[in-house]
Each structure stands twice: as C-alpha cells, then as structure tokens.
C-alpha cells in the first residue's frame, strides 16, 4: 500500500482521538508523508468528501441518523475502516445509560422542543457496520496508532494488546489497589496498552481503554461485593466508558 | 519533543562542587579555592551534592566519604558515575573512613571506587590545592 | 566450600567494597511492598523483607527488552547494550537462588539464550537467609536452603553473618574486603545449627509433594478446575510475580515510514485469554478454567516430567498477588483430599 487515500473523521465524541493523531507533533510529519490525507474536516479546509478511501479512521459514537449516515458512507467508499477511541470501539460514555428510554430521556432534560432533536440510543461503530480493526483508548495510545497504522502499511495485521492492564501494574511493581487498598480498581477487566498509567499514580483503573478478552464481569463483581461496595455503584462504575450492555452482548458472542 | 541539552560554557571562573557534612573543612577548603579564582559550591550531604551537581555539571568535584552514613560518599560516587553527564567529571575523594575504621584496611583502588584522586583526612591542604590546580589546568 | 563471619555492624562497609563488582541493587521498600532497586545509599536496603512483588528473574528476563534491531541500511544488528551490565543482587532469599538456578535449566542447556547466560554471568548473587511468613512453603518445594547458584550467602547467627563462599568471585568479594571477615567459631556452628532447626518448625503451610504428579494425573477432570475457572481473573499477576514463569511473546514493532523495526521480547502468561491463540484462530485454552488448570499442572507436573523437580519454590508471592485469593497451597491440599482445605 504506497502512499494510501486516508480520511479521518469524527462522529459524536470529544474529537480527543483525532487530537492525539495531530498532537504526534514531530512524528506527524512522518504520518502525512506516509500517508495521503484527503479528507480530514477537524485539521484541514479542504477535504473531498466523495473520492474512494483506501483508509478511513473514525472516532466517535454513533448517536444520531445523521451520524449512522455519514458512516455508512464512509463504509461505502472505504477499503478498510479502522475504529479510534472506546467511543467508536465500544460506544463509550454516551452509552452509559443503556436502560433509560430515549426519548423519555429528551423529554427530561429539553422538554417539549426535544422532539426536534435527530438522536438515538448511542452505539459502537460495529454495531451498525464492519469495522476492520479496532483501536480503543480515551484516549488512544498514540505509540499503539502509529504502530497500527505501520503494520497496516507494510501489508501486517496489527499487534493489538491483548493483556489487561493488571499485568503491566505488575511488571512496573506498581502497589495493587485490589490487594492493598480495597479499591474498584477495573485492572482485571480492562484492556491494557496505557502502561498502568492510573494505577501508577495511585488511582484505581477506571476502564476507559474498554473489557479485555475473556474480561470476568462476574468474579471481580463478586470481589467488590466483599469489598463492602454496593450494586449499583458497582454497574455504575463497570458502564461509564463500555455500556453494560454492549459489553454483555460482546462477552456472550465470544463464548459460542 | 526533544529537551536541549545546555552546552557546556567554557569561560569564566572553573567550578569546584564540595561534598561534606564537616562545616569546618567545607569552610577551610573552599576559602583558598575562592582565592584561587575558583567558583565553589557547597553541599553538606550526598543527595544534595548530587542534585547540584546534575542541575550544572562541575569541573570538580570534592567528596568525603564518611557523612550522614558511614558509607554515603560511595554511593553518591557510583551515582555519578552512572549519570551521563557526570561520568568524566574529576572526583577526588577525601576521607578519615580508613584512619577511623581499625580493620578496614582496604585501599581505595581506582577502579572500586571511580575516583581520580584519594586524599586521607586530615587533609595536607597544599598537596589538595596544587593536584586540582593541575587537574583543572590540563583540560581547557 | 569457604566459610568466614562478618559482623552485622560492618555489612555497610562490605556493601561498598562490593560496588567495584557492579553497581549494588537491594530490596528497597515502599508503602508496605518491597522491590528491589539501585541504592541511593545503603540505608535504604531492606534485607529484612519477607518478598519483593516482582522477584530477581526481572533482571536476567526483563519485562519488555529488545532482541535486535534491523535496518534497511546495516540489517540485522543485536540489542547488547545493557547486557554486559555487572549489577551485584544484594539480599536474595534461598527460593528464588532456586527458580534461578530452575531458569538455568530452560535457558542453559539445550537451546542456550546468549541474553539470558550473558547477564547471569555478569550479574552477581549475595544471598541472605529469611523468616518464613504465613504464606511461604519453600520448605515444602524443597528450596529452603541453596547449595549452588549464588557467589556469597549470609546466614544470621545474632551479631555476625555466616558467609558461605560459593564461586570464585565471591572469593574476591570477601579478599577485596580483607580484615573485616574473621574465622568461624565453634560457637558460631553451635549456634547455626540452633537457628536451622528453629526456622524449621516456624513455616505455617506445609504441602505434600512427592506424589503430586501422581495426583494431578489422576484429578485431571475435578470439578475444582471448572469452580477456579469461574473465579480467575485471567489478568496474569500470578505469573507476573512468579520467580520461575518463562513464557515470553515475541513481536516486531516497524517504524512509521520506513521498513526498520525493532524485534522485542515481552512477558508472557498461560492465563492470558490469547496465550493459546494459533494462526488460523484456533485457540487450545480457550476458556479460563483449561487455563488455570494448566498453569498448576506445569508447575507441579509438566515441568517436573520434563526437568525432574516442580518449578514451584514456594515463595508464596502468587497467593499473596491474586486478587481473588486463589491459594495454590488449599488447591493442592483439596486435591489431595486434606480434611477441611478450602481453595483461598
């Protein structure tokens, strides 16, 4: 793939995920010349918004038609579409409220002129089409891009981190919130790649990077459960960044 | 993003980092050194030594071995010559540990103990001055 | 074999003398967990530390290193910078002299690992004897007392340490330190042989262990596997800790731009979901229980078949790094049918 047709693009998010693409600084010189950047609204003025894609890169949740249309046009003239940030891989914050109905939701909080409003519950972006690889992060590592992006342009699957990021606060010999300080640490659960940088600093993993493989939801329940901490803090805590239910859905799919 | 690193500057007045928790060599050493036209730093235990040191590498340093612990001044040694920008930078070493110490007998070998030159406590200031006279008039 | 006593009131003089040997690492504490780390200064050492959270295999096995590099330019070039660096250990305890000298098995003989062997030779070892805590059972692995594998051993004998001589350099060691070593007394022994007998009877878990292969042959369809399984975590801390894990990954990481790369080592677990995983997306232990199952079954019978002892040393840092509290000791024990032993 010598010098690929790259479009970058935002759907509903922070837009923290394109932010770390440019804040590469010295190495985005590197990235532009490996690769042709054609279309890329949050950095440039002039982007074609019709010309075929040999790359995509999308960040963002899928939280409105709007949105579900500009990716299924972005899936449409693009060879390969790669998903940026846990909004896009795992639906994120926004789909944290799972349970709530949507638009008993928006009469809440806008009352009547709500109903004008284009929004759906939110949804990662392989809910609504295929996504080829993901790369989740809040928010992404920018060494786990480049490197994704490196593989991909040498004709190699990308290594993606498959250990959760209990065993990389081991190998720094960080203190263990679980064992020494009876904290919600999501270590256990999450997907590593960030070097433990949380628990470094003495604070429990929040799980912003999404579940690992094979994440077991119902033994570190169990452990906070001893742990004195309640339901409800303990679902509120496990959904902020993967909602629940995705979560769920994803972890049933692997065991068939 | 790449940090500078600061280029050694070569005029003015040489600088003589002293390392020792005895106040009363510290002050007998250096005021002969200022005379001499050199620029004295002081520190008065190993840790602070070596901050200053790292923060503006000196031309020399003076280490005493025996402070708040009996055996600081070699670690504080070995650190130094560990960070980059200290490792060719002349120690000698001043102590009383092998006067005061019966049966440590061991003699401070170059190679053990990283050092230029060895000077046992109490110190023959003289012999102290002219050695860093011609140490620091041999490199420019 | 050589022996001297050093009184404990000079150990900080030897320590110097002994940094011309490479520069001295120890255990070094922080909140409440012990590491070992370069010294700043000597009171910083803790030999009175009952395990480190990651154990001396971190040095001659790092976590993450580089194997080689290649250029387009100048090919394949090897990563020895920090091979050749001498670092002397100050303060290992018996168990984990064992697992290294465990290690030397898998990476000395047969396929030699020239980055293993090479920072073995340059790293040295100065034991320090131990008071067994609630969650060692070295005695029972058999690796309570070293007899090869370190350069110096201390033993405590009240005011003074026994120093077993083990190799020629820790024969240098003690000339390089001359007066300070004085010759052992029949009193010292008297007293030594008093200690060894009394530590023995302070370990509070005792295992088994001579006809655990048996056992485990025999027990391979328990329903413990299957209850264990729906416990682990799979998040690889018993193996992070463990002073005998070897399993690494090996992958390339490629500049962005160009066509070198960087070819690294990293560590590896059993427990991990895709340790098993083979291209062609088959995966031999898929779920968590066959995983756990087989992290026992190495330690206490794979590995035993294979090299003639378990590569468990009963350090007890596993049962002290779970988060759930699996205890390999209490699985061991409700394998064999101990009255009451529940698995944590």
Request: proline share 4%.
């Amino acid at each position: 793939m010598s010098r690929p047709n790259v479009g970058i693009f935002g759907l509903t998010g922070c837009a923290g995920d394109q932010l770390v693409i440019l804040n590469c600084e010295d190495r985005f010189l590197h990235i532009i010349a490996a690769l042709n950047i054609r279309d890329f609204a949050m950095a440039s003025s002039d982007n074609d918004s019709a010309c075929d894609l040999d790359l995509a890169i999308v960040e963002g949740a899928v939280l409105s038609r709007r949105d579900e249309e500009q990716l299924e046009r972005i899936r449409a003239r693009s060879r390969i579409l790669v998903a940026i940030g846990t909004c896009a891989v795992w639906g994120g914050i926004a789909a944290m409220d799972g349970d709530t109905d949507r638009s008993q939701l928006v009469r809440d909080i806008y009352g009547e002129c709500g109903e004008q409003f284009d929004t759906t519950p939110a949804r990662a972006l392989h809910e609504i089409v295929g996504v080829d690889l993901n790369i989740s992060g809040c928010p992404i590592e920018e060494e786990e891009f480049l490197s994704g992006i490196s593989n991909l342009l040498n004709g190699d699957l990308p290594i993606a981190p498959t250990t959760p990021v209990c065993a990389e606060c081991k190998m720094r010999e960080y203190n263990c919130l679980l064992t020494e300080r009876v904290d919600m640490c999501l270590g256990p659960l999450t997907l590593g790649g960030c070097n433990a940088r949380c628990p470094g600093l003495s604070i429990g993993c929040v799980g912003c990077r999404g579940p690992v493989d094979d994440a077991n939801l119902e033994s570190v329940t169990a452990l906070f459960m001893e742990n004195g901490f309640g339901r409800e803090d303990i679902a509120r805590k496990l959904r902020t960044f993967a909602g629940l239910r995705v979560v769920a859905h994803t972890l049933s799919e692997d065991e068939s | 993003m790449k940090t500078r690193k600061a280029t050694q500057v070569t005029l003015g007045p040489r600088t003589i980092l002293i390392i020792d928790d005895d106040v009363d060599f510290v002050e007998a050493t250096s005021v002969p050194l200022e005379k001499r036209g050199y620029h004295v730093v002081k520190a008065y235990d190993g840790r602070e030594g070596l901050r200053l040191a790292k923060i503006a590498p000196p031309d020399l340093v003076i280490m005493d071995i025996m402070m708040g612990e009996r055996t600081e001044g070699f670690f504080t040694v070995q650190e130094m010559r560990q960070t980059t920008e200290l490792r060719s930078v002349p120690i000698f070493v001043v102590s009383s540990l092998y006067s005061r110490i019966e049966e440590f007998k061991v003699a401070p070998e170059r190679e053990w103990l990283a050092h230029d030159e060895f000077f046992p406590k109490p110190v023959d200031t003289e012999k102290l001055l002219k050695s860093i006279d011609r140490r620091l008039s041999d490199d420019h | 074999m050589k022996i001297l006593k050093l009184e404990k009131g000079k150990l900080d003089l030897f320590a110097s003398v002994v940094q011309q040997f490479g520069e001295v690492h120890a255990p070094t504490e922080h909140e409440g967990k012990f590491s070992f780390k370069r010294l700043n200064s000597w009171s910083e050492a803790r030999l009175d530390y009952n395990r480190t959270v990651l154990p001396p295999r971190k040095y001659f096995l790092p976590p993450r290193e580089t194997l080689f590099k290649y250029r387009e330019a100048t090919g394949y070039v090897p990563a020895t910078e920090d091979l050749e660096k001498r670092v002397v250990l100050f303060g290992v305890h018996a168990c984990d002299i064992h697992a290294l000298n465990i290690l030397d098995e898998v990476f000395g003989k047969g396929y030699l690992d020239p980055y293993y062997l090479t920072r073995r030779k340059n790293i040295t070892i100065i034991g320090i004897d131990c008071t067994p805590d609630e969650h060692c059972f070295c005695r029972s692995m058999r690796a309570d007392f070293a007899e090869t594998g370190f350069d110096l051993f201390l033993k405590d004998i009240g005011d003074h340490y026994l120093t077993f001589v083990g190799t020629a350099r820790g024969d240098d060691m003690v000339i390089a330190t001359g007066p300070l070593f004085s010759e052992v007394t029949h009193s010292d022994i008297v007293e030594y042989k008093r200690r060894s007998s009394q530590k023995c009877d302070t370990f509070k878990l005792d295992l088994e262990i001579r006809d655990l292969p048996e056992i485990f042959e025999l027990e391979y369809q328990a329903d413990i596997w299957e209850e264990l399984g729906e416990k682990c975590l799979s998040c690889g801390n018993c193996s992070m800790v463990c002073p005998t894990c070897y399993c690494y990954d090996v992958a390339d990481e490629v500049k962005l731009g160009s066509h070198d790369g960087d070819r690294v080592r990293l560590w590896d677990s059993c427990l991990f979901a895709t340790h098993a995983l083979v291209a062609g997306g088959e995966n031999f232990r898929k779920t968590r229980s066959s995983r756990i199952k087989f992290r026992f079954y190495h330690k206490q019978r794979g590995f035993v078949a294979e090299y003639g002892r378990p590569s468990c040393v009963g350090c007890g840092r596993c049962i002290e790094a779970c988060p759930v509290g699996i205890n390999i000791v209490g699985v061991i024990n409700r394998l064999r049918g101990v009255e009451h032993a529940s698995t944590d």
